[in-house]
DNA sequence: CTGGTAAGTGAGTGGTCACTTACGCACCAT
DNA sequence: ATGGTGCGTAAGTGACCACTCACTTACCAG
């Protein structure tokens, strides 16, 4: 004889933690109206009519989801403690760049569900991205735009149009869309092999910023003791 | 006595066209999951029985749209009859943004219907957004590569990591980004006005792809008779 | 042991989905 | 004038949607 399946119980908040971490590759990856309470359930492992004693509705839990994500941005602070130099600004982008090639290729699956949401958000209100980026232009936004103020002092680099505030998004925005553009399986765009790539896009965003080419070169064997930075540096919110 | 109301009969072609650039807004604004036969036959003015006259199926509708939305690049053969040369590089570069801002802010409706689409790719399979870069790779990037690699012969650039087949998607990436933190009415990024916004970032990526300084202040009166130019430049596609 | 509480579910609810059927009627070559 | 062709719709179809209700079961304090 089968024996019956036993429910398993969970005390509130596991359920409920549980729920938004089985909904949020769902959203992700098949938008608000493309995904079905009825899967979010499945791949939970409970019925519906649980799901929806945890949340009055659908779009509590896209909520719920996406005020989660916002809040999460661990690590960081070892950046943080860098001091302004041309060093931490070449750290930065090649940090930046990093975290948005793995999260597309999806061997970090949080950052790849944060650049769907991100664009899904560009698509719908905006709202999210919105929030997450007023997040990152508080916490890693000022240390970019310190470096770079003491790159130009020092001479490391020339002046620009921009706001250095506003180089640090043309960085961002960069290398979003070419995250972007590896994300499906099939990526939408053939470009060399990861670690050549990455290290192509920092120099055009050193460049970009104003970086003299002498600055560039003095900080392009990053690539090494980069790696005892990695752990901190790979993981800043977006 | 109210007059019965007269359906509105059109040919198969016209009514076919007509109910693709009905649907073709509310695809991009709401995707595919979120868009339903009903309101695309409403917006259309008919029947959902007319709409699977003409289409099979709602995905039928859809592939149709990204089809067509890919063959139409039109005036760009005076862009390409441009001679390589910095100015030519300064042009497109210069093109592009301000195609890529207008999309954004709404004022083109094809630009932004076709970066909404984009975006949304990238989430689904990324299959659109390939097809669409393949043309442009073809069309424009050609033309971005022969004056760039003509303005490192002339003194005009400085050669870098990267190719200029990659510069010229990482160009594009910045702008695409950038568009599409201003897509939502209440933009995810507070930049300054748009004039002043393409200019920066035009600078941003002369810079990054390898332009000296000195080039790209020779360049930057392209404002005023760049405007004989917008009508063509205006448009490429993507 | 027991009664209260909270976690859990099976079987629905009305509404909406993509899509179909059966039929009306305008147009035009004969 | 007329019959065939093809544009058009009203009124459905079963499936699936978000969401609810009546009820069972596990746990734990007294």
Redesign the pocket.
């Known amino acids: 004889m089968q024996p019956?399946?036993?429910?398993?119980?969970?005390?509130?908040?596991?359920?409920r933690q549980q729920i938004l971490e089985c909904a949020l590759p769902l959203f992700a990856r098949h938008g608000f109206?493309g995904?079905?309470?009825?899967?979010?359930?499945d791949a939970a492992?409970?019925?519906?009519?649980?799901?929806?004693?945890?949340?009055?509705?659908?779009?509590?839990?896209y909520a719920a989801i996406l005020a989660d994500i916002c809040s999460a941005d661990p690590g960081l602070e070892r950046l943080r403690a860098e001091p302004p130099s041309t060093r931490t600004l070449a750290l930065i982008v090649r940090g930046m760049t990093h975290y948005f090639m793995t999260a597309a290729d999806g061997s970090v699956a949080e950052g790849n569900q944060k650049l769907r949401l991100t664009l899904g958000s560009f698509i719908e209100d905006g709202e999210f991205a919105k929030v997450l980026f007023d997040k990152v232009e508080q916490v890693i936004a000022p240390i970019f735009i310190d470096s770079l103020k003491h790159a130009i002092e020092v001479g490391d680099a020339r002046p620009g149009l921009a706001s250095p505030r506003d180089l640090f998004w043309f960085a961002h925005h960069t290398v979003c869309t070419l995250a972007a553009t590896q994300l499906p399986s099939l990526p939408s765009l053939d470009y060399p092999p990861s670690v050549r790539l990455e290290r192509e896009v920092c120099s055009y965003i050193l460049r970009g910023v104003g970086l003299t080419d002498a600055a560039i070169a003095a900080h392009a064997a990053l690539d090494i003791p980069f790696e005892s930075f990695e752990s901190s540096v790979l993981e800043f919110a977006r």
Chains 1, 2 share one sequence.
């Open positions: 019956l399946r036993q429910p398993i119980r969970l005390s509130r908040d596991h359920r109206a995904t079905t309470t009825r899967r979010i359930a492992g409970i019925s519906e009519a649980l799901l929806f004693k945890h949340f009055p509705n659908k779009s509590a839990i």
